[in-house]
């Protein structure tokens, strides 16, 4: 029978000579992958000035002043390598790897308003 930390060690060995599994940005998920396409689409939208109206106004007021400026785009744009953003009604569309996920404005917001404190 071996050893505890005989056993310990093997483990340990095992998993620093395993290849390790690179993930790509467009790949992730969750709160980082938010705020990079928040901070992508306030980037390129800003001649309408997204991050302005939604830190000002409302999130509805703040849709309804922006998407009078311009209709909303049917072109996927990219910023700095990151996954490309578009900007709709719904509120933003990430296109990531693994499909296309939505963060609604009131979530926008929220980023938005976080980043300034």
Do not use: F
Not at 47 to 70: F, T, V
């Amino acid at each position: 029978m071996a050893h505890p930390m005989l056993k310990l060690k093997e483990m340990i060995a095992a998993t620093y000579a395993a290849p390790k599994a690179r993930r790509s940005r467009g790949d992730q998920t969750g709160p980082r992958t938010d705020y990079y396409a928040v901070e992508d689409a306030c980037w390129i939208y800003q001649d309408l000035d997204l991050a302005q109206n939604l830190r000002r106004y409302g999130w509805r007021e703040a849709r309804r002043r922006i998407m009078s400026q311009s209709p909303p785009s049917k072109e996927w744009v990219s910023h700095r390598g990151r996954p490309p953003v578009r900007l709709t009604r719904r509120g933003l569309e990430v296109k990531l790897e693994n499909g296309v996920r939505l963060l609604d404005w009131q979530r926008m917001q929220s980023h938005i308003r976080a980043r300034r404190s």
